[in-house]
C-alpha cells in the first residue's frame, strides 16, 4: 500500500459523508447518523473550523479517513487532540491505514505541544481495542463518559 494522508478539502464532502455512514453502520448506528453535506460544509470547511478532516488514500484511491479537534486540560495547560472518527474501509484494514492515520494525528499532537491525544472506542469493538493496546494507548476505565443530546439537552439549555 502506497498511502498517503492529505487534510480533508470541501471537495471530499460526499466522501465524508460515505465513510461516516460506512462506519456508523458497522458500530450499529446508522439510523443516527443526521450530517448532511451541508452540515459538513459548514463545520469542517468554515472559515475558521473547529474541526478538521484527513483522507488516506492508496495511490488515488480512497482508503480511510479521520475528523478530530482540539480540546483542552486545565490539569496540564495544555492543549490535547480528541480524535472523533476513524475508519478504514473494510477492504483495506490490516494493511497499515490505521496505524498511518494514528501516526499522523500523533505527530499533529506533537507539532501543536498537545499534552494528551485521546479518543473513544466501542466496549464491544475487540479488534479497534487490541489494535489501539497494541499502539501502547491506555483505556481510561476510572472515567465514564456522559453525554446530553435531543430533547435533554433543549430541556437543560431551557432551564432558568
Not at 71 to 79: D, E, F, K, L, P
Not at 139 to 150: D, K, T
Request: aromatic share 12%; hydrophobic share 40%.
Amino acid at each position: 500500500m502506497s498511502l498517503t494522508i492529505r487534510p480533508a478539502t470541501i471537495d471530499d464532502t460526499d466522501l465524508i459523508l460515505r465513510f461516516v455512514r460506512e462506519l456508523a453502520r458497522y458500530e450499529k448506528a446508522e439510523h443516527e447518523v443526521q450530517a448532511t453535506p451541508e452540515h459538513l460544509r459548514q463545520t469542517l470547511f468554515a472559515p475558521q473550523p473547529r474541526v478538521f478532516g484527513l483522507i488516506a488514500l492508496d495511490g488515488d484511491t480512497p482508503v480511510g479517513f479521520a475528523v478530530y479537534f482540539f480540546n483542552y486540560s486545565t490539569w496540564q495547560g495544555r492543549h490535547g487532540l480528541y480524535l472523533e472518527d476513524l475508519y478504514v474501509s473494510p477492504s483495506q484494514r490490516g494493511q497499515g491505514a490505521g496505524r498511518q492515520l494514528l501516526q499522523h494525528l500523533a505527530q499533529i499532537a506533537v507539532a501543536h505541544d498537545c499534552g494528551r491525544f485521546e479518543w473513544s472506542v466501542l466496549d464491544w469493538n475487540a479488534p479497534a481495542i487490541a489494535f489501539y493496546d497494541s499502539l501502547g494507548a491506555q483505556p481510561q476505565s476510572e472515567w465514564i463518559r456522559y453525554r446530553l443530546s435531543g430533547q435533554a439537552l433543549h430541556d437543560l439549555a431551557g432551564r432558568q
